[in-house]
């Protein structure tokens, strides 16, 4: 198990702002990616292991996908609010496949911030108990 310092869990916004700005969640300080998409294996600061299981991102990076682009999309057109024209669809889908790639490692990074509170609140970043020895 992972050691964590004992210091509190930081508050949802800061960990979200945090991750937004591709830092560590847990001390804010380091850069999480060596390149664009390439995920540093631990914090250089408080050794903060991102991913200890490889595939722990892809849910919550689907819960930002589907709450900030294709669910008020959806809303807006099923209501009537939205009726667009053609040329508008297609500017609209080219726009925002582009936002969906550029903004790819802040969204990547408020997944792995959501990721880390969980792990935090679970108890699997807790400090290992110590073990009794028998004698």
Same mark, same amino acid.
């Given at each position: 198990?992972?050691?964590?310092?004992?210091?509190?869990?930081?508050?949802?916004?800061?960990?979200?702002?945090?991750?937004?700005?591709?830092?560590?969640?847990?001390?804010?300080?380091?850069?999480?990616?060596?390149?664009?998409?390439?995920?540093?294996?631990?914090?250089? +600061?408080?050794?903060?292991?991102? /991913? *200890? @299981?490889?595939?722990?991102?892809?849910?919550? %990076?689907?819960?930002?996908? &589907?709450?900030?682009?294709?669910?008020?999309?959806?809303?807006?057109?099923?209501?009537?609010?939205?009726?667009?024209?053609?040329?508008?669809?297609?500017?609209?889908?080219?726009?925002?496949? +582009?936002?969906?790639?550029?903004? /790819? *490692? @802040?969204?990547?990074?408020?997944?792995?911030? %959501?990721?880390?509170?969980? &792990?935090?609140?679970?108890?699997?970043?807790?400090?290992?108990?110590?073990?009794?020895?028998?004698?």
């Amino acid at each position: 198990m992972q050691t964590l310092n004992r210091e509190p869990c930081p508050p949802l916004k800061t960990l979200l702002w945090r991750g937004l700005r591709c830092r560590c969640p847990q001390c804010g300080q380091s850069a999480m990616y060596q390149r664009w998409m390439k995920l540093h294996e631990r914090c250089r +600061v408080c050794d903060l292991q991102y /991913l *200890p @299981n490889q595939g722990d991102l892809w849910g919550p %990076l689907l819960f930002f996908d &589907r709450i900030l682009f294709i669910i008020p999309v959806i809303v807006l057109a099923y209501f009537g609010l939205w009726n667009p024209d053609r040329a508008f669809i297609t500017y609209f889908a080219l726009l925002a496949i +582009v936002i969906l790639v550029v903004t /790819l *490692p @802040n969204r990547n990074g408020m997944s792995l911030a %959501l990721d880390y509170l969980i &792990r935090r609140n679970s108890g699997d970043l807790c400090e290992p108990e110590p073990e009794d020895e028998a004698e």
